[in-house]
C-alpha cells in the first residue's frame, strides 16, 4: 500500500493563523512535498519524485477554491507549523526542511530554504528564496509584521529575519547551544518581547528575548514532555521576567 503523505495539516494551520492573528481568513496555504511517500510505516523517496509546492486557496470562496499553486521546497517535516501567514495577509513564508541527496536520489538530506510568496499578486508568485539554516522547520511572524522567526532543526538554531513590507532580511541567528538539541518550531508572544522554542532533541523549550531585530537566548528552559514539537501561546500570554518556576505560568492569562 502506497500512501502520499504532502498535506499533513498545513491547510488547517495556515486558515488557524489567519483566525488567531485577529484578521478575518481569507487563504489557506498548503506546503506539498512531492519527494516523500509512506510505504509500509517507512517514509521513503518516491522513484520519479514530482516537485514541492505550495498552494494558495481562497476560503471565501463556495466552495473554497485553489488560486494557485507554486513550486517552492516544501518538507513532510514540519507541517504544520512550517507555513506562516503575515495578519494583512499579504504574503506567506514556508520553509523546506528536507531536499534530495544529491549524492543518494533514495535519500534526503538537510534543506535550508525559505520561501516568501506575494499573496497580494495576482495570481500570488513566489517573491523570494532565502536561506534559514539546516533542516529549516516551524517559522512564526510577529504582530507587527517586522520580524519572523525559524526554528533549524539539524543544527540546533532559530534564524532571525527582520521584515519591511514583504521583504525580508536575514539578520542572524540564536544558538542554543547543542546541535542535537532539534528546535522544531518557535512561538512569538503576542507583545513580541519574548519567544518559546520546542526542542524535538532534549525535551526542553528555551526562552528567546527580542529587542527589535535582537533575539538572544535566556538560557532559560522549560522541561517539557517527551519530545515537544508544536507550540502554541494564548493571545493575552505573557512571560515573567523572573526564572520560570512553574512552566504554566508563562501561558496563563494575566487576571484582570
Known amino acids: 500500500m502506497h500512501r502520499h503523505t504532502p498535506w499533513l495539516g498545513a491547510f488547517s494551520l495556515a486558515a488557524l493563523m489567519s483566525i488567531s492573528s485577529g484578521a478575518s481568513a481569507q487563504l489557506a496555504l498548503s506546503a ?15 522513484a520519479n519524485p514530482t516537485a514541492d509546492t505550495v498552494t494558495v486557496i481562497d476560503l471565501n470562496a463556495r466552495p473554497p477554491k485553489v488560486v494557485a499553486e507554486l513550486q517552492a521546497p516544501a518538507s513532510v517535516v514540519g507541517p504544520p507549523l512550517s507555513v506562516a501567514v503575515s495578519r ?11 531536499k534530495i541527496d ?11 530554504k525559505l520561501t516568501v510568496i506575494d499573496l497580494k499578486a495576482s495570481p500570488p508568485k513566489v517573491a523570494a528564496q ?26 540546533g538554531t532559530v534564524s532571525v529575519f527582520s521584515i519591511t513590507g514583504n521583504t525580508l532580511t536575514p539578520v542572524g541567528k540564536v544558538h542554543l547551544g547543542d546541535a542535537k ?3 522544531s518550531h518557535v512561538a512569538i508572544t503576542p507583545d513580541g518581547k519574548s519567544a518559546l522554542v520546542t526542542r524535538d532533541g532534549d525535551n526542553k523549550i528555551s526562552v528567546l528575548s527580542i529587542d ?8 532559560r528552559e522549560i522541561s517539557a514532555g517527551l519530545r515537544p514539537y508544536g507550540l502554541g501561546i494564548h493571545r493575552t500570554a505573557r512571560l515573567p521576567s523572573s526564572p520560570i ?12
Open 102 to 112: 544529491p549524492a543518494d536520489p533514495k535519500k534526503t538530506v538537510p534543506d535550508d
Open 245 to 256: 518556576s512553574d512552566p504554566a505560568a508563562a501561558m496563563r492569562t494575566p487576571s484582570a
Open 130 to 155: 532565502l536561506q534559514a539554516g539546516k533542516g529549516a522547520a516551524g517559522v512564526s511572524i510577529n504582530r507587527a509584521g517586522t520580524l519572523a522567526l525559524v526554528a533549524n532543526r539539524a543544527e
Open 212 to 219: 527589535g531585530t535582537k533575539v538572544e537566548d535566556t538560557k
Open 32 to 46: 506539498n512535498d512531492g519527494k516523500a511517500v509512506l510505504i509500509d510505516g517507512v517514509t521513503s523517496v518516491p
Open 88 to 98: 494583512d495577509e499579504s504574503f506567506a513564508l514556508v520553509t523546506g526542511a528536507t
Open 181 to 183: 538539541s532539534g528546535p
